[in-house]
């Protein structure tokens, strides 16, 4: 292909300066102005590029750096965000969504994402559950090696899923209750694996991450060997910079 340009995101102008690291293909990642604001890219020399672990987190820490840099206010782009010249980004994207940008720029103001993800195991929740409720594990016991109808069947393993549930919507429950309150906004997102059992993003002051961060921690010690959280206190706001497009 001819050369065109690889994009990461878009900062309000001038955006991040004597920018010193590399990005896609191990090319110079600069800055272009486009209708005002202030694009964040390096050389492309592929038309596609294939969403690896390896590129996605090249595409991540390019944003991050740049947010390090000084610039934190930014709206990070999908990964492979390819244009083979700056007047197809004006016509597809800043120039028909400018109001809509700049709308998101001022509700990131002085704002960052924070991510968190709890996983558990599932087989031994399941144990759990069966130690604890006496007539739910006699009902589990008693499909082994009897010839039961599938309406039996089938109601036990619904009566434990109920339950299982339940279990992982209290979980739920405790996070909402206690960072839901600090937020600005929050996004719950698809559940990535079996064994995960929330996945959200916060939008939340820049100034009361730590805040955040001790409640998180005060929740991860209280349930310590029940499941496991992975928290990100620094990353681009995807979640909280989606521009929906008119029908």
Do not use: C
Request: hydrophobic share 40%; aromatic share 10%; no cysteine.
């Amino acid at each position: 292909m001819k050369s065109g340009f690889y994009v990461y995101g878009i900062f309000m102008p001038p955006g991040p300066q004597n920018l010193s690291f590399q990005g896609l293909d191990q090319e110079a990642v600069n800055i272009k102005i486009v209708d005002g604001f202030a694009v964040l890219y390096s050389i492309a020399k592929q038309e596609h590029y294939l969403a690896s672990r390896r590129n996605l987190l090249t595409h991540e820490k390019v944003l991050e750096l740049a947010m390090e840099a000084g610039y934190q206010n930014v709206l990070p782009m999908q990964f492979s965000l390819v244009v083979s010249d700056w007047e197809q980004l004006s016509q597809q994207l800043t120039d028909p969504f400018e109001e809509a940008m700049k709308e998101l720029f001022a509700k990131l103001e002085n704002n960052r994402e924070v991510g968190i993800k709890a996983y558990w195991e599932p087989d031994a929740e399941l144990q759990k559950l069966l130690l604890e409720n006496d007539e739910l594990k006699v009902q589990r016991d008693s499909l082994i090696g009897q010839n039961l109808t599938m309406d039996e069947v089938i109601g036990i393993g619904q009566a434990i899923e109920e339950k299982m549930n339940s279990r992982k919507q209290d979980i739920i429950q405790m996070f909402q209750t206690n960072l839901n309150q600090m937020s600005i906004d929050v996004v719950e997102n698809d559940l990535q694996t079996e064994k995960m059992i929330y996945n959200a993003a916060y939008l939340i002051p820049w100034e009361s991450e730590p805040e955040f961060g001790e409640k998180v921690e005060a929740i991860d010690s209280k349930f310590e060997g029940i499941f496991t959280i992975r928290y990100n206190n620094f990353t681009a706001p995807f979640n909280f910079t989606r521009i929906e497009q008119e029908d």
